[in-house]
């Protein structure tokens, strides 16, 4: 397997007996981490209403984790448009570009990553969360930055600034919109590894030219949880899979302890749904890892992979990052 450039989401996860600030301050030590095994970028995921998240203003964790850094691109993983009036998204990124220049990544997202009321407390009106609206938000905020000033308005900060923009997306639709704009692409293998090939597909066989790439660009966001062994790997994993049934559920929560995950998810629709979220991830021993990573890397062809790790402590996390990123690329 050839080295292939290596990137890291987090989403700020709150432990059972932790604060946000907390959270908050692991995230910053796994930024600087990440920093010095080279990793090209350091994402956080906008999420709302959702007590075991503190990434929740992107834009305000990425002022600090870029001040906390020197080299490593921080970004969106992503800004979920729906949730902002574009001219804000543009004065926030282009505030962050201009403090720190040519370290910036902006990805977008369609969907509002949270429940339909806490959507609408953050818009405070329904215009702009429908899917439909989504194409004539992101042109207007490709205008602020442009200098073609939609509605008369400059963004200041914004106007003539250009942190680095993808779309994200788990489907088909943001594929294709990402490729008729000439974006990169960032796909939510995490979550959504049924769709990761078809989307890929789609991106690149409709891919046009742009002022802002040449030709398509990928990166594939994925799980990944690396240990000595198979079976402490999965002892490790325990929280998350938790989390994600409570989530499915409706009944977020902080990030369990693995003894508290311990023997979770029960039902056997639990432990369907788990195993489920489970395919195509990266889960092991570091062998058990490499493999699945080249497995990966033949069926998807990404420039990048985003690696997303929901451990319980950051001691973990650290760990977990610097035995996926030896069995990956050696």
């Known amino acids: 397997m050839s080295p292939v450039t290596l990137s890291v989401l987090d989403l700020a996860p709150v432990q059972a007996d932790?604060?946000?600030g907390e959270a908050l301050h692991a995230t910053t030590r796994f930024a600087q981490r990440a920093e010095e095994l080279g990793?090209?970028?350091?994402?956080?995921?906008?999420?709302?209403?959702?007590p075991g998240i503190a990434s929740s203003a992107p834009a305000v964790v990425l002022a600090h984790l870029a001040a906390?850094?020197?080299r490593i691109r921080v970004g969106s993983g992503g800004v979920m448009l729906p949730n902002h009036a574009p001219l804000v998204v543009a004065e926030q990124f282009g505030t962050l570009e201009a403090l720190h220049p040519g370290r910036v990544d902006l990805g977008i997202g369609r969907a509002p990553g949270t429940d339909p009321a806490t959507a609408r407390a953050l818009r405070r009106h329904a215009?702009?969360?429908?899917?439909?609206?989504f194409p004539r938000e992101l042109t207007a905020l490709m205008g602020?930055?442009?200098?073609?000033?939609?509605?008369?308005?400059?963004?200041t900060p914004g106007r003539g600034a250009q942190p680095e923009m993808w779309l994200l997306g788990s489907s088909g639709y943001s594929a294709q919109v990402a490729a008729v704009l000439g974006l990169p692409f960032?796909?939510?293998?995490?979550f959504a590894g049924e769709n990761t090939a078809a989307a890929l597909a789609l991106y690149r066989d409709n891919f046009?030219?742009?002022?802002?790439?040449?030709?398509?660009?990928?990166?594939?966001a994925v799980s990944a949880i690396c240990a000595d062994t198979d079976a402490e790997a999965d002892r490790l994993a325990a929280p998350r899979d938790?989390?994600?049934?409570?989530?499915?559920?409706?009944r977020p929560q902080a990030l369990a302890t693995p003894e508290q995950a311990d023997g979770f998810p029960g039902s056997d629709a639990e432990r369907h749904f788990a195993a489920q979220r489970k395919a195509g991830q990266l889960q092991g021993s570091p062998e058990t890892v490499r493999a699945q990573a080249a497995q990966l890397i033949e069926d998807t062809r990404p420039d990048e992979l985003m690696l997303t790790t929901l451990v319980y402590d950051i001691d973990t996390r650290i760990r977990s990052l610097e035995l996926t990123a030896e069995a990956i690329n050696g």
């Open 127 to 133: 215009e702009g969360l429908g899917a439909e609206s």
């Open 39 to 50: 990793m090209r970028r350091f994402w956080v995921a906008e999420h709302h209403n959702m």
């Open 186 to 190: 960032a796909f939510a293998h995490h």
């Open 208 to 220: 046009r030219p742009s002022a802002i790439l040449a030709e398509p660009y990928s990166m594939v």
């Open 18 to 20: 932790a604060t946000a």
């Open 68 to 70: 906390s850094t020197s």
């Open 144 to 155: 602020y930055f442009g200098g073609t000033d939609p509605d008369g308005i400059v963004a």
């Open 242 to 250: 938790l989390a994600f049934v409570n989530l499915r559920a409706g």
